[in-house]
């Protein structure tokens, strides 16, 4: 009876220890990231399709947060990755020696419209710049109309909607807008000191393509992938050769391979102003994968299946262009300068 006793005992501890243990274990089988909502739709394809190769370490949904709150959840140890469409900035640049920045994919940064009876908009830098600073507030400004001779621009005021959040997106898009106008300086914050009255702001790019879509006459800056199931018509730019380009993967592909290789920070300051590639859509952007130079388990895994696997195969239906050649091979040289748990 005795043994009976002592056997069940031990069978009670055993499972009482394998009960406390379990949580532990499962904890250490999933890694987090968040980061810019630029990269939500290729992230989640990513996420799902790794996961499905039943890895021993899992990736958790992503956090579409903006690059901003990414960098930062990063730096405090809440996430094990960030996902970010601009360098770090303010006192956040002290703490960059201790990550790699890796781009991870690229695609057209659009800017998507929404005025009544207009579906075709042509658009040239200055356009865009006067725009956005609030030089030009009216949709049938001469300077737009001269560009536009068959769209029947109202008389309306033009609402300009921007990124409220810290963003990636709004550092790239304000490169492009200082390439082009000196009043003008790279911002992760909008410049909201340009801005006309009835301006709106929305945080991430769903929130500014929702807000485009429901405001007449407004027009915004936006991912991709988001403003393609947006509903509303995107603006067409005037590349280097003088020519008015829609956003396409294949028309950002042209601009984004006549890029120079990142530098000795890992991020490509994109030649916004002098590319004069024909059939080149001039805005094309890269999303960056930052990782500490000591990461955990499952960080660099994840990183060389995007760059090697989902990249090569899924982008383009998600609405990104994949790394290739000299880019890709770049990218992957980053991966290398971390070092393995």
């Known amino acids: 009876m005795r043994r009976v006793i002592k056997l069940s005992s031990a069978l009670a501890i055993a499972a009482l220890v394998v ?17 810019a909502s630029f990269a939500k739709g290729f992230m989640d394809e990513c996420i ?13 949904q992503y956090g579409s947060v903006g690059s901003g709150s990414g960098r930062a959840q990063l730096l405090a140890g809440t996430t094990a990755f960030a996902m970010s469409d601009g360098y770090w900035s303010g006192s956040q640049v002290a703490r960059a020696k201790d990550y790699i920045f890796i781009p991870l994919a690229g695609a057209p940064l659009t800017l998507p419209f929404n005025v009544p009876g207009v579906r075709n908009l042509n658009l040239t830098a200055k356009n865009v710049t006067d725009i956005f600073s609030g030089k030009v507030t009216k949709w049938n400004d001469k300077s737009i109309k001269k560009r536009n001779k ?7 005021s033009i609402v300009v909607v921007y990124r409220s959040d810290s963003s990636g997106t709004t550092q790239a898009f304000t490169q492009y807008l200082s390439n082009h106008a000196s009043d003008w300086k790279e911002v992760g914050v909008f410049n909201t000191a340009f801005q006309p009255a009835g301006s709106i702001g929305s945080p991430q790019n769903q929130g500014v393509m929702t807000s485009v879509k429901n405001t007449t006459n407004s ?3 936006v991912d991709y992938a988001d403003a393609s199931t947006g509903g509303v018509p995107l603006a067409k730019l005037q590349n280097g050769a003088k020519q008015f380009i829609a956003p396409t993967l294949q028309a950002t592909n042209l601009f984004l391979a006549a890029q120079p290789l990142p530098g000795s920070r890992g991020y490509v300051y994109p030649r916004y102003k002098i590319s004069k590639i024909k059939g080149a859509y001039q805005l094309g952007v890269y999303t960056y994968y930052i990782m500490p130079k000591k990461p955990v388990k499952g960080v660099i895994e994840f990183a060389e299946y995007v760059l090697k696997t989902c990249g090569p195969t899924r982008a383009a239906a998600v609405k990104y262009n994949a790394l290739s050649g000299k880019m890709q091979a770049y990218a992957l040289g980053q991966v290398l300068k971390a070092t393995r748990p």
């Open 219 to 221: 027009i915004g800056y």
């Open 150 to 156: 068959n769209a029947k621009l109202p008389n309306s």
């Open 48 to 60: 799902s399709q790794y996961n499905a190769t039943r890895p021993a370490i899992t990736v958790a």
């Open 19 to 35: 009960s406390v243990l379990t949580p532990a274990a499962s904890a250490n089988t999933e890694i987090k990231g968040a980061g």
